[in-house]
Nanobody, 119 residues
Framework: QVELVESGGGLVQPGGSLRLSCAASGRISRFLLMAWYGQAPGKQREMVAVIKQSGITNYVDSVKGRFTISRDIAENTVSLQMNSLKPEDTAVYYC?????????????WGQGTQVTVSS
């Protein structure tokens, strides 16, 4: 099974930027889509940005215009560029991939990386 490993989290001041990366141990072109989820303390995990197999991207309204998801198929990586960060962006961010497995959609998750936006 393919494994996902995130990196790039940390502490940043409001208005700052971070770039998260997700490295897959196998080909990402096999996945139906890849996404970044955020889970703030005491809240449910929420999809923040997604890039479909076609390359089409979508974002939750709260990050539109600030976050950009991209992929490098040759390097088997997906990134999330986070600009103009706000304290409410503080969360653990998880890389996710969805694939067909035995006729059903299956999820693969990374271990998560902490992003803290604070002055």
């Amino acid at each position: 099974q393919v494994e996902l490993v995130e990196s790039g989290g940390g502490l940043v001041q409001p208005g700052g930027s971070l770039r998260l990366s997700c490295a897959a141990s196998g080909r990402i072109s096999r996945f139906l889509l890849m996404a970044w989820y955020g889970q703030a303390p005491g809240k449910q995990r929420e999809m923040v940005a997604v890039i479909k197999q076609s390359g089409i991207t979508n974002y939750v309204d709260s990050v539109k215009g600030r976050f950009t998801i991209s992929r490098d198929i040759a390097e088997n990586t997906v990134s999330l560029q986070m600009n103009s960060l706000k304290p409410e962006d503080t969360a653990v961010y998880y890389c996710n991939a969805k694939e067909m497995r035995f006729g059903e959609i299956a999820d693969i998750w990374g271990q998560g990386t902490q992003v803290t936006v604070s002055s």
